[in-house]
């Protein structure tokens, strides 16, 4: 039996509602295994910008640095989006946190359930058994360069650079990932005309002969985006950059057929965060709508990281069990109503 | 009756096999409506590097430059894409030209063929009726950054720029379009995390009250790569950078059914090419089964742009006349065997 501090940044949107279920599943887990959770709820988002003024304070890092492990639920705000001067913004909460936690790995599992292949835009039998680990880098490129404007603020630029290093710490991840499943990893890149997908695979092609069972092969991203549909079930391990990504695991979602079923893990040498796929959803906030699936498999991840997989397992297996009793929220069952809570609830029950 | 220099670039792979078939609908719709078209071929690609060391000899651009318009094939060759240190590379034949000639709105119909439904991976209620028409920029953006490595090789980087007059001009362009259709415009970028994102959506916000019949809306590049799937109806026009529109177009492709079935112009103020969106395809080169249906709506979207919208017409109800009457490459049907040529000639008859 363990104790564990798991710090809950609940968010915007839905966000607290998905976290809520999530922790009661966890809570459930805990009596029956005999476990010690204990949850810090932080703010972090456009609900710590009302608050505090800022979307990540000093003392929600400083209890996620502390944590065992941190659950999010989703951040993001509408009135943000369109006012290209806001100068403080709740994705920066989000991408600071993950730069201060040193959270360089997230890893999306994209599953096609057989019970709700019909949900799906593509066909049932081209995602029949999908499988995809996606490892998407998740403190580099991009996104954290440096950014700016020019003095007339007429033209702006985004500056991406990779170093070797940040490469090969997770490559070496993904590569251990495919030991363990069907031996293969897709690197998606655009190497025939950015310089760091260069850097990407000559440094991914320097490893391989470290992980010989592992077959290893390229997709320039473009291509990426439409084998992912048209043949999803030709993928098991992907790695790529951070934009490429945030680009292609949403894309890949669609596969399950709802972006409500799809959990994260964001994984460092010394944190780990979990959350769901989804955004904020701010129209559906506050009406019991929301999907807390997607939450619950990342609290399932989280068990896995506290390295307890039967217990992980055993939230699976309730929600395998509520997905076979159409136990789930109206986005995938409109002919029979359950609440968020109540698919929690019945979750919780299962565990 | 006109009289037109058309430069022909058939490049690599399939390209000169799916050219030589846009070429001889050009030659009926000449015979047809007494127009004199003047193909003068040239060499870029791949197979320019091999023939003159430099994948775009002075020779061709010149010959671009003076022409009418430009047909191209596809460009590329696998044994450059595994070598992330080659010093020449297909690729920068096709960037250079589009650069050299100021290519930048490169324009692309997405259509859902009622024939063809069945093959498309997605089910056929989603898509049926889907008519969307992207707008990538095409001479900016990272693609034509500075981009380098640190001494030690062991850092790369590759920077974004976009100035404004680069958004506005395409962003008309754009408006335009949507004036004359659906009234709808989606630009895609990333503003939650990118400057030039947020100098895209400023900037076309800042042109929206010209266009006030035209409803703007946004979408971040993660969750439009998703949108396209589930609900690729709701798009009418798309306005988008360089990479995203290189991504997000390649993926909306799965909704032809074919990659072979999608025809793009490039557009400047003083120059126009012409290409099917698939690559050159190696594997099938030589063996009559590459689709020419791309590259002749390619050449249909030539004459629209040499305003013969009647000879547009006339081609792209020749193609139709071919899906309905099953006179298609293998990928749309196995079942009888038409060849590359086949299929051209049955057009080119047809027209
Ligand atoms: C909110 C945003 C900054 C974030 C990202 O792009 O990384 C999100 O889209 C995600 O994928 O987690
Ligand atoms: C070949 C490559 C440079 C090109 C691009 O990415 O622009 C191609 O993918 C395209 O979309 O035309």
New interface residues.
């Given amino acids: 039996s363990v104790s564990k501090r798991i710090v809950v940044l609940p968010g915007d949107g839905i966000g607290p509602e998905v976290c809520s279920e999530a922790v009661r599943v966890l809570k459930a887990v805990g009596d029956r295994f005999s476990h010690e959770f204990h949850f810090d709820y932080q703010l972090m988002g456009a609900c710590a910008i009302d608050a505090v003024g800022t979307p990540l304070p000093d003392v929600t890092l400083e209890a996620c640095r502390r944590a065992d492990a941190v659950l999010l639920g989703a951040i993001?705000d509408p009135k943000?989006?369109?006012d290209?001067?806001a100068k403080v913004?709740p994705?920066q909460g989000l991408?600071g946190l993950r730069k201060s936690l040193g959270l360089y790995a997230n890893i999306r599992p994209i599953t096609a359930y057989d019970q709700l292949l019909e949900h799906s835009?593509?066909?049932a039998e081209?995602i029949q058994g999908t499988d995809i680990l996606i490892f998407r880098e998740l403190t580099g490129g991009?996104?954290f360069?440096e950014?700016?404007?020019s003095e007339d603020r007429?033209?702006?630029?985004?500056?991406?650079?990779?170093?070797?290093?940040e490469i090969l710490r997770i490559a070496h991840l993904a590569f251990k990932a495919a030991e363990t499943r069907r031996h293969k990893l897709t690197l998606v890149d655009?190497?025939?005309?950015?310089?760091?997908s260069?850097?990407w695979?000559?440094t991914v092609?320097s490893i391989a002969p470290e992980y010989p069972s592992v077959a290893l092969d390229?997709l320039?991203?473009?291509?990426a985006?439409?084998q992912i549909?048209?043949?999803p079930r030709q993928f098991d391990v992907m790695l790529t950059e951070n934009?490429?990504g945030?680009?292609?695991s949403?894309?890949a979602?669609?596969i399950a057929g709802s972006?409500g079923l799809l959990p994260s893990a964001s994984i460092g040498d010394d944190s780990a965060l979990f959350e769901p796929i989804h955004?904020s959803y701010p129209q559906a906030k506050g009406k019991g709508i929301a999907n807390p699936i997607a939450t619950i498999l990342s609290a399932a991840m989280l068990l896995d990281h506290f390295n307890l997989p039967e217990e992980a397992d055993c939230v699976r297996d309730a929600v395998q069990h509520a997905l076979d009793e159409g136990v789930v929220t109206p986005e995938l069952n409109p002919a029979v109503v359950h609440t968020t809570e109540q698919v929690g609830s019945f979750i919780a029950y299962a565990v």
């Fill in positions: 993001g943000y989006d369109n290209p001067t913004r994705e991408l835009p593509l066909k081209r991009i996104y360069g950014k700016g404007r007429a033209s702006a630029y985004d500056h991406c650079t990779y170093h070797r290093d655009k190497a025939n005309v950015l310089e760091t260069r850097l695979r000559e092609q390229y320039f991203v473009d291509n985006a439409m549909i048209l043949n934009m490429f945030d680009i292609i949403d894309e979602s669609v972006l955004g």
